[in-house]
């Protein structure tokens, strides 16, 4: 009778907890990340997620040239800053901003901060609603040890660094 009765709980608990697990959130293939660091007086933070470049054609393929893309994967990534910065000699607002490039096959690209900081990739993205767009520089590997494999940001005293495949994204901040 007791062996019946730990079966029929041991069943019970099992079926109690399937909903719970089924629920449970799966991992994202492009994991949220986040930075922040300091440029002078300015605490910087951007929230991104973290893409693998898997094998496949990153500049020119998955991420089209001349077009507005997310800098990074799933939600648009965003940029906040505590203090009024320049970026490229133009001055950005203390504030949160949706974070965009615009890769180019030749030259510099253009860095968005958009007044819309929580949106979906780029899918709505209004150019009427940006607050500053500036030309970037960009390098191939020759700046990297090696193809970086997920895309990366980092924070400098200078600036901010996007790093990814074979490419790295420089924005001057100070």
Same mark, same amino acid.
């Given at each position: 009778?007791?062996?019946? @009765?730990?079966?029929?709980?041991?069943?019970? $608990?099992?079926?109690?907890?399937?909903?719970?697990?089924?629920?449970?959130? @799966?991992?994202?293939?492009?994991?949220?990340?986040?930075?922040?660091?300091?440029?002078?007086?300015?605490?910087?933070?951007?929230?991104?997620?973290?893409?693998?470049?898997?094998?496949?054609?990153?500049?020119?393929?998955?991420?089209?040239?001349?077009?507005?893309?997310? $800098?990074?994967? #799933?939600?648009?990534?965003?940029?906040?800053? /505590?203090? #009024?910065?320049?970026?490229?000699?133009?001055?950005?607002?203390?504030?949160?901003?949706?974070?965009?490039?615009?890769?180019?096959?030749?030259?510099?690209?253009?860095?968005?901060?958009?007044?819309?900081?929580?949106?979906?990739?780029?899918?709505?993205?209004?150019?009427?609603?940006?607050?500053?767009?500036?030309?970037?520089?960009?390098?191939?590997?020759?700046?990297?040890? /090696?193809?970086?494999?997920?895309?990366?940001?980092?924070?400098?005293?200078?600036?901010?660094?996007? #790093?990814?495949?074979?490419?790295?994204?420089?924005?001057?901040?100070?």
């Amino acid at each position: 009778m007791k062996t019946f @009765k730990n079966i029929y709980l041991l069943l019970i $608990a099992v079926i109690l907890s399937a909903p719970a697990y089924a629920q449970s959130p @799966k991992p994202r293939v492009s994991p949220a990340e986040s930075v922040t660091g300091k440029i002078g007086d300015a605490t910087i933070t951007i929230h991104y997620s973290s893409p693998s470049v898997k094998g496949r054609k990153i500049w020119g393929g998955l991420v089209p040239y001349d077009t507005v893309w997310r $800098a990074g994967a #799933n939600e648009a990534t965003t940029f906040e800053t /505590d203090k #009024n910065i320049k970026i490229a000699h133009q001055q950005l607002p203390a504030g949160k901003y949706g974070f965009f490039l615009v890769p180019k096959e030749k030259g510099k690209w253009i860095a968005v901060f958009n007044k819309v900081p929580n949106q979906w990739g780029a899918f709505k993205y209004d150019k009427s609603k940006d607050q500053l767009r500036v030309d970037v520089k960009t390098s191939s590997t020759s700046s990297l040890p /090696d193809d970086q494999e997920m895309l990366i940001y980092r924070i400098t005293p200078k600036g901010v660094l996007l #790093n990814w495949e074979k490419r790295s994204v420089f924005i001057p901040i100070r």
